[in-house]
């Protein structure tokens, strides 16, 4: 695979980079609340600085549907990353017109502008040539360092190729160098899925599914394989589009062989949290964690794997008595990797959760990406890859 890296590049000094980052962080009350994204980007901005560059940096936030909201300013962001860097960041209130290109015009080399949210403009989300040609003026090179959106085709990942000469950073470049490891995984390769949506994973699970020793389930992901089978899951959330893709892991009622699910669960039940078979789950109960037997049945399988890839939580984690299986989980991938396994994690909260248990720097590779990461395991389309990536 050949990679269109910036380290290629041997003279920057006085270049204007447009700098597409993935800040989509999370806020509270004005305020950066977990700055992992902005820290991870840090590498590729100093690579830049320290050549002499002169950055803009545009990033997205939220899902402000293509139009001005305070509530998704990536101001914060700014203010944070000013923090981070130690030196002058310069907020723009917008992305494209005037006041960009009067602030290009006195840029100097080593100096940051920052761009509004890409999302307040319709023609980032429609992949808009014209407003794609805009972000793209006075710029020399146009760098993706935004592995967790290349999977979109939007203007700042796509359409903008045209106009620029493209580059992958430093962290996009990580990115894709680790996937391919559990692409062409050392095996066992133990696979672990959690979270809600099955149309999301189903892609992913079938890819890896011919080079996987086991599959394991958990999470709302596993109430859809439950619903399918017919057992009762309560008032558990499920997937109600998932009955196209689950089945497709079944032949007739037997499911495919390196699918395993969790024997048992945790319940929220009328006095508390209580752990019982996969087959006892109530119809007034919820299903928040997997139990006690399937930690111990996955830490077997998990504790033989050289490869090992986890995405998605197996339980509501956010809460006391349900953040167990999950924690166990965390702990175990942590261990195994660094060493025995190559270990790969990605998707916000997984990532959220491996931070509680503590042991995140023991583990080979932290994704930044959620979907963009399934898509790209699954051999999905990555438009904000094509020019910068190929085999």
């Known amino acids: 695979m050949i990679i269109k890296s910036?380290?290629?590049?041997?003279?920057?000094?006085?270049?204007?980079?447009?700098?597409?980052?993935?800040?989509?962080?999370p806020l509270e009350e004005g305020r950066v609340r977990d700055d992992y994204k902005i820290v991870v980007?840090?590498?590729?901005?100093?690579?830049?600085?320290?050549?002499?560059?002169r950055l803009v940096i545009a990033t997205h936030l939220g899902e402000p549907a293509g139009k001005p909201d305070k509530r998704f300013s990536v101001k914060p962001v700014a203010l944070r990353l000013k923090k981070l860097l130690a030196r002058p960041v310069k907020f723009l209130p917008v992305t494209i017109g005037p006041k960009v290109e009067q602030a290009l015009k006195n840029l100097n080399a080593g100096e940051i502008i920052f761009l509004?949210?890409?999302?307040?403009?319709?023609?980032?989300?429609?992949?808009?040539?014209?407003?794609?040609?805009?972000?793209?003026?006075?710029?020399?090179?146009?760098?993706?360092?935004?592995?967790?959106?290349s999977h979109r085709r939007q203007a700042s990942v796509d359409a903008i190729k045209k106009y620029l000469p493209a580059y992958a950073g430093l962290g996009l470049e990580e990115e894709i160098r680790a996937a391919n490891r559990v692409i062409k995984p050392k095996k066992p390769l133990v696979v672990i899925m959690g979270g809600a949506k099955i149309s999301t994973k189903a892609p992913l699970i079938k890819k890896l599914y011919p080079a996987a020793s086991q599959i394991l389930i958990g999470g709302a992901l596993a109430n859809n394989f439950f619903k399918y089978q017919?057992?009762?899951?309560?008032r558990s959330l499920f997937d109600v589009d998932s009955l196209v893709y689950v089945k497709k892991f079944f032949k007739g009622k037997k499911l495919a062989s390196k699918i395993i699910l969790p024997p048992d669960v945790v319940v929220k039940t009328k006095l508390g949290a209580q752990a019982k078979r996969s087959d006892e789950v109530k119809k007034d109960e919820f299903i928040f964690d997997i139990g006690p037997e399937t930690i111990a049945l996955y830490a077997r399988f998990i504790k033989k794997a050289r490869t090992l890839v986890w995405n998605g939580p197996l339980g509501k984690f956010e809460e006391e008595s349900f953040k167990y299986g999950t924690l166990a989980v965390a702990r175990l991938v942590a261990a195994r990797s660094s060493g025995p396994a190559y270990g790969l994690v990605g998707g916000g909260e997984t990532v959220a959760a491996l931070k509680l248990s503590k042991m995140m720097e023991y583990v080979d590779f932290v994704s930044t990406a959620g979907g963009a990461m399934l898509t790209y395991l699954g051999g999905g389309k990555m438009p904000g890859l094509k020019g910068i990536v190929r085999d």
């Open 116 to 149: 509004e949210n890409l999302r307040f403009n319709a023609g980032e989300l429609n992949n808009d040539s014209r407003f794609a040609q805009e972000l793209a003026r006075g710029s020399d090179l146009y760098i993706n360092d935004a592995f967790a959106v």
């Open 41 to 53: 980007g840090l590498k590729t901005i100093n690579f830049l600085l320290s050549r002499g560059a």
């Open 6 to 25: 910036i380290k290629k590049l041997k003279n920057l000094k006085d270049k204007t980079i447009f700098l597409r980052t993935d800040f989509n962080v």
């Open 230 to 234: 017919k057992l009762e899951i309560g």
